[in-house]
């Protein structure tokens, strides 16, 4: 049968926009390979998702500087400049 799971993610603060795209880039390429890789704008924070090897939950965020009563699930393209993210997140 199917492992049972207890963890429904485990979730990492992080510092910045440049940190989410750099971490994104890394879990994509080789050895990593964690694909597929989602981001999502929850308008208080932006947020990356990934699993580890074993199927867990991985959550990457950075805080927005507003308060958004949840939940709030957008896309986020994090190709977009900082500047761009922020003022679709406003």
């Known amino acids: 049968g199917q492992p049972v799971r207890v963890v429904n993610q485990i979730s990492f ?3 910045s926009l440049a940190d989410l795209r750099s971490l994104q880039q890394t879990l994509q390429a080789p050895p990593y390979d964690a694909t597929p890789t989602f981001a999502v ?6 947020s990356l998702y990934a699993y580890d090897p074993e199927g867990n939950g991985l959550e990457f965020f950075v805080e927005s500087p507003w308060y958004v009563p949840q ?3 957008d896309f986020l393209d ?3 400049s900082d500047e761009e993210i922020a003022r679709a997140t406003e």
Not at 41 to 46: L, V
């Open 41 to 46: 704008n929850h308008g208080m924070g932006w």
């Open 71 to 73: 939940p709030v699930v």
């Open 78 to 80: 994090l190709n977009q």
């Open 13 to 15: 603060h992080l510092d």
